[in-house]
């Protein structure tokens, strides 16, 4: 697998950009506006259902029975908002991943299809394997990774900002030190975590197709495998693609054993 660098942005965003200038950008375009419209009016709510969760906490303290009924009432009325707005954020994220995947998997069918490109990629043995999968399973995990990464991004700029706001009046030094914290986080855990698990996922859908494939290939060959008594031997191939599988799985399991404790450290 290519390391981690500047082409393999370069790559990722003619990818993705390439829907974005189709002919359905103005769709496109506009669902994602609308699921960000969304985005910043559940995280202000959020910041709203907060104060109040403080305010409650507050009147049960002071024991002032009057002030928590009243609580109550705004932090139900918030949430009667707040729930429809959430749901249909979630909802319309989904729809415009599915969109960009159904756009992104016919533009790759047909290109697999064009030239002949199919027999090429089968007689030659090259980087590229198993495109039938990479056509059913990566153009999947492309679409909706790389639009939740997007949505994460924004969500969590949007809370920072809607909550930064709120420290910034108890304690500046404490905001500042609450930002050095993440950034000194997010660096570690990209640069140390990020680079091998990214490493361990790419071998991990690779040894599954892999496997998927050999699967696959004895019900097409049944016949030949019974005429010739070649079941032992496709059986041993099949449970050296399932060794490799497993091996690799758990290697990733420890290194996202070892993420997990740092990041609840």
Do not use: C
């Not at 259902?49 to 009432?73: C, H, K, P, Y």
């Amino acid at each position: 697998m290519e390391r981690f660098n500047l082409k393999v942005l370069q790559r990722f965003w003619t990818i993705a950009i390439s829907y974005w200038n189709s002919e359905e950008k103005w769709q496109a375009r506009g669902l994602l506006l609308l699921v960000m419209v969304l985005s910043l009016g559940y995280t202000g709510l959020s910041v709203v259902l907060n104060n109040r969760r403080g305010v409650m906490i507050s009147a049960l303290s002071a024991q002032d029975e009057a002030r928590f009924w009243q609580t109550i009432l705004i932090f139900l009325g918030v949430l009667v908002a707040y729930a429809p707005i959430f749901a249909g954020y979630t909802y319309l994220r989904d729809r415009l991943g599915l969109q960009w995947r159904r756009w992104l998997t016919h533009r790759y069918v047909d290109q697999y299809f064009e030239h002949r490109a199919y027999y090429t990629l089968n007689t030659m043995h090259g980087e590229i394997d198993n495109p039938d999968q990479r056509i059913a399973e990566d153009v999947k995990s492309f679409t909706q990774e790389s639009l939740t990464f997007l949505l994460i991004m924004v969500d969590s700029l949007l809370g920072i900002i809607a909550f930064s706001s709120v420290l910034w009046r108890i304690s500046t030094p404490l905001v500042l030190f609450l930002v050095f914290y993440a950034v000194l986080g997010t660096l570690v855990t990209v640069g140390i975590f990020g680079k091998a698990l990214v490493r361990l996922n790419f071998e991990q859908l690779k040894k599954e197709a892999n496997l998927r494939f050999g699967l696959v290939r004895i019900r097409e060959n049944a016949e030949s495998i019974a005429f010739y008594r070649g079941e032992q031997q496709e059986a041993d191939q099949v449970k050296h693609r399932f060794g490799e599988v497993f091996e690799n799985f758990k290697h990733l399991i420890i290194w996202q054993l070892n993420l997990n404790m740092f990041a609840n450290a």
